[in-house]
T-cell receptor, first 109, second 112 residues
């Protein structure tokens, strides 16, 4: 079983749609969680950290459910520029990030 | 003013050769990492260094030898390159602890 599991997609959505990605992690000792975005042939870039209380950054909302070991990302009012691969990340120790294999999003006009 | 930089960006070489990749960060971080992203896009940690000291070595073949001359630099030397080493190698840095990591642009290594 992978340590961080995501639906690989692709999710094909029209501009303006709301889309949600889910992710589960297996190591209950994980203390920090993140969503990264990776564009084709580019490096992963931090999108947002995920806090237990849930957090929002503009059109993006992240949620964490520690009991179910589940993380989610909601994107509202999708833009063409949101097309990318979204990587769910758990941090089980101070020096190690565990990445999911990513969920690909394609927003079409 | 690039935060995490890597050189070279592309590396094409033959099996059996030895090559190095360099990484530098100007974020004032004390921890640096090497990751490998294979053809299936899976990103996996290889090494982690904190203040020049090796912290994590994730069962990487000993043909891979990282070196950190100071906390702003982390290089990766690969001996006797094999076809399976073809991948994108990312350097990253962070503060030590449960903090986000910042990635360099990657080095695309192709072994022929």
């Amino acid at each position: 079983r992978k340590e961080v599991e995501q639906d690989p997609g692709p999710f094909n959505v029209p501009e303006g749609a709301t889309v949600a990605f889910n992710c589960t992690y297996s190591n209950s000792a994980s203390q920090s969680f993140f969503w990264y975005r990776q564009d084709c042939r580019k490096e992963p870039k931090l999108l947002m950290s995920v806090y237990s209380s849930g957090n929002e950054d503009g059109r993006f909302t992240a949620q964490l459910n520690r009991a179910s070991q589940y993380i989610s990302l909601l994107i509202r009012d999708s833009k063409l520029s949101d097309s990318a691969t979204y990587l769910c990340v758990a941090q089980p120790s101070t020096d190690k990030l565990i990445f999911g294999t990513g969920t690909r999003l394609q927003v079409f006009p | 003013d690039t935060a995490v930089s890597q050189t070279p960006k592309y590396l094409v070489t033959q099996m059996g050769n030895d090559k190095s990749i360099k990484c530098e960060q100007n974020l004032g971080h004390d921890t640096m990492y090497w990751y490998k992203q294979d053809s299936k896009k899976f990103l996996k940690i290889m090494f982690s260094y904190n203040n020049k000291e090796l912290i994590i070595n994730e069962t990487v073949p000993n043909r891979f030898s990282p070196k950190s001359p100071d906390k702003a630099h982390l290089n990766l030397h690969i001996n006797s390159l094999e076809l399976g080493d073809s991948a994108v190698y990312f350097c990253a840095s962070s503060l030590r602890g449960f903090y986000e990591q910042y990635f360099g642009p990657g080095t695309r290594l192709t072994v022929t």
